[in-house]
């Protein structure tokens, strides 16, 4: 009996059935997605995956990667995603990927943890019990994501030449950091995200705010405890709150408790630091709590809804009090739903209001249909009762888009073979003070690979009429990865805006960098930022070398 065991012990190791390394997303928001696979699948915060938009019956490597996903939040059957690096809007139906590091370790958690159950599936009906009951008690080695630890550390230079004051270049020396640190000292703490700031700045002149700044503000970074056997988790850092997207960005953080398989709640504080969220204000202040309730599961019909209580403070004084609702309906990879809503609370003779009772401050609803991989449809709604506070010198980015349309619009998206794609939003705003609606159209073409140059090229126009004020932009991007270890992007824009939050009225600005990834262990990045303009006027150049672990 003891030798048919050892005989079938390889036949049960084959036929173990492999991780998946490959899912789904099923759900887009605004800078983040859902998956299809979660913890029972292997996956874990800090995770990395790699977003493809396959055509029908190609090969997985043959379509280019569009964007870049960081694992941040981890349910049984889903994961929430951050969205980095996107080169072309993420929808339902693309395929994200796990990098090679990733996928590698979770091969080797998924046979660690088969080989530790072979003790149990095959039995022997001959044997000294003493013997298998000291076998229990043999030292096995910790487990790969036990203190794992990748990332990168890097020191930054940069110089300002402002064109407006004419004053000597503003010199700055910073530090650039990358991690992943997952399981620290054996716990289930982790450590996840990127961080950008300054050691030292050289100037005799004010600092001017760079476009390279802005853009760098919207890292994520912090603390995240997630253990699959207690109710609790928590994080702290730059983070969203994953049961409430829409709260955006927060300097602070999280606790939560799971109720039971369907049910969460938990609290969150901090502040507001994003200069692409609606409610921008580094000096803003909020905290709340909310309830969260989910069922289904992504191969069928599944909701999320999350219901919030939340207080805003400006410079530490009494701002906003308002209740929050955050829903969405998907199903299959076919349809889905999403819904968020702030509703404010107001009192009578309280910031010289003259009437008491509940009002809408923020809504937004899309809809997305998705007949066919290659054509997707959405139907918005976007409503401010008040005036958004985001930075508007990035609006020729393309980080505002989900902001510039204010009421009903319309956008398709058409996937052509060759790489080609081409996008576009209508809609249709009324100002109360205006008898007539004006329209907003948005229009965009990818090329992933110009002439076979390998060179993916993204060219967008917008024209906007809100609340905050009317304008258009023109943008192109250019993006080369010429080998496997050196990355060359560039973007260059130009923006008309008229408001009275900005005097900034007519601008053109130019970005570039390189990556190159030299040695085992070491990378180097250059870059150069041109902005013109009547408020702003300079040139920024800046480079990073550093150490990868």
């Avoid at 889903?78 to 809007?89: G, K, L």
Wanted: hydrophobic share 35%.
């Amino acid at each position: 009996m003891r030798f048919a065991a050892l005989i079938l012990l390889p036949a049960i190791a084959i036929a173990q059935p492999q991780p998946r390394t490959s899912f789904q997303v099923r759900y887009v928001a605004a800078d983040a997605v859902y998956l299809d696979g979660g913890r029972d699948a292997g996956l874990a915060e800090g995770f990395r995956l790699v977003v493809r938009r396959l055509k029908p019956g190609a090969p997985d490597l043959s379509a280019p990667p569009i964007a870049e996903l960081i694992v941040v939040s981890i349910a049984a059957t889903s994961a929430v995603c951050e969205v980095r690096s996107a080169q072309s809007p993420l929808a339902v139906g693309d395929t994200a990927f796990l990098n090679a590091e990733d996928a590698e370790l979770l091969k080797m958690l998924h046979a660690s943890r088969t080989a530790r159950k072979y003790a149990q599936v095959v039995s022997f009906t001959e044997g000294d019990p003493i013997e298998e009951e000291a076998r229990e008690y043999v030292p096995r080695p910790p487990l790969p994501e036990i203190n794992r630890v990748r990332g990168r550390i890097g020191f930054e230079h940069n110089s300002i030449s402002d064109h407006i004051t004419r004053g000597p270049a503003t010199s700055q020396q910073g530090v650039v950091l990358r991690a992943d640190m997952t399981r620290i000292g054996g716990s289930y703490w982790n450590f996840t995200g990127y961080w950008r700031g300054r050691f030292t700045s050289r100037s005799r002149s004010a600092s001017t705010d760079t476009i390279s700044n802005l853009i760098n503000r919207t890292y994520h970074i912090g603390f995240y405890y997630n253990n699959p056997n207690s109710r609790y988790t928590a994080g702290f850092g730059r983070l969203l709150v994953p049961w409430a997207s829409s709260l955006s960005t927060i300097d602070g953080g999280y606790f939560a408790r799971r109720l039971n398989r369907h049910a969460t709640t938990g609290v969150f504080a901090g502040s507001t630091p994003d200069p692409t969220a609606w409610n921008y204000n580094p000096n803003r202040q909020l905290a709340g709590s909310f309830l969260n309730f989910e069922a289904g599961n992504f191969e069928r019909l599944r909701y999320t809804g999350t219901t919030g209580l939340a207080i805003s403070r400006l410079g530490w004084k009494a701002e906003r009090e308002y209740a929050f609702f955050e829903n969405s309906l998907m199903y299959k990879s076919t349809l889905s739903l999403f819904h968020n809503m702030e509703v404010d609370r107001r009192t009578r003779g309280r910031f010289d209001s003259n009437v008491s009772g509940a009002v809408i401050s923020r809504s937004f609803f899309t809809a997305r249909y998705q007949p066919a991989r290659f054509l997707s449809l959405d139907l918005n709604h976007n409503y401010f009762r008040g005036i958004p506070t985001f930075d508007t010198r990035l609006l020729g980015t393309g980080l505002l888009d989900q902001l510039l349309f204010q009421g009903l619009s319309a956008g398709a998206r058409f996937d052509f073979p060759g790489g080609v794609s081409f996008y576009g939003t209508l809609g249709r705003n009324r100002r109360d003070t205006e008898q007539r609606a004006s329209w907003n159209h948005m229009a965009g073409i990818t090329v992933r690979d110009v002439g076979g140059s390998g060179i993916r090229v993204d060219a967008r126009r917008s024209r906007f009429d809100s609340s905050f004020g009317t304008g258009e932009y023109y943008t192109v991007s250019f993006v080369r990865n010429l080998t496997d270890r050196l990355r060359v992007e560039s973007q260059i824009g130009k923006q008309t805006f008229q408001s009275p939050l900005s005097d900034q009225r007519r601008a053109i600005f130019f970005a570039t960098n390189a990556d190159w990834l030299f040695g085992d262990h070491y990378f180097i990045g250059l870059g150069h930022a041109m902005y013109r303009g009547r408020v702003q006027n300079y040139d920024q150049i800046y480079g990073n070398v550093g150490y990868r672990f």
